[in-house]
C-alpha cells in the first residue's frame, strides 16, 4: 500500500488542528489507541467472539477515518464486516493485515 493509500496528511493536519494538538500528538494518540484496539480484537478473535472483534474493528474504522488514515479504515471496515458475518478465518486474515499496516504507519509517521 502507497503511503498516500495509508495517510491523507491534509486530514491529519486538519483533525489535529481541530483537536488543538499537533499532527505529531494526532499521531502518538492514535497509534496508542490503535494498538490497544487491534490487542482487543485479537483476544476477542481468540476467544471465537466475533461480534466483540466486530464492534471494536468498528470503532477503530471510525477513529482511523477521523484521523485521516484511510488505509487502516478500509482493512477495519472489512474486518468489521466479516467478523459480523462470523467467518473466523476471514477475520482473522483481516486482523493480520491490520496489524500489518500499523507497522507500516509507524514508519510512515515516524518520518
Do not use: F, N
Not at 502507497?2 to 499537533?22: K, N
Not at 496508542?32 to 466486530?54: F, P
Request: aromatic fraction near 2%; include cysteine; proline fraction near 1%.
Amino acid at each position: 500500500m502507497s503511503e498516500s493509500e495509508l495517510v491523507s496528511a491534509d486530514r491529519m493536519r486538519q483533525t489535529a488542528r481541530s483537536c488543538g494538538w499537533t499532527m505529531e500528538e494526532l499521531a502518538a494518540r492514535y497509534l496508542d489507541a490503535a494498538r490497544k484496539d487491534l490487542d482487543e480484537v485479537a483476544h476477542a478473535l481468540a476467544a471465537r467472539h466475533l461480534e466483540d472483534a466486530g464492534r471494536v474493528a468498528h470503532g477503530l474504522a471510525g477513529a482511523s477515518e477521523m484521523a485521516g488514515i484511510p488505509g487502516m479504515g478500509a482493512v477495519l471496515r472489512r474486518l468489521e464486516q466479516t467478523a459480523r458475518a462470523g467467518d473466523l478465518e476471514g477475520a482473522l486474515a483481516l486482523a493480520r493485515d491490520a496489524e500489518a499496516r500499523l507497522g507500516e504507519l509507524r514508519r510512515v509517521l515516524a518520518r
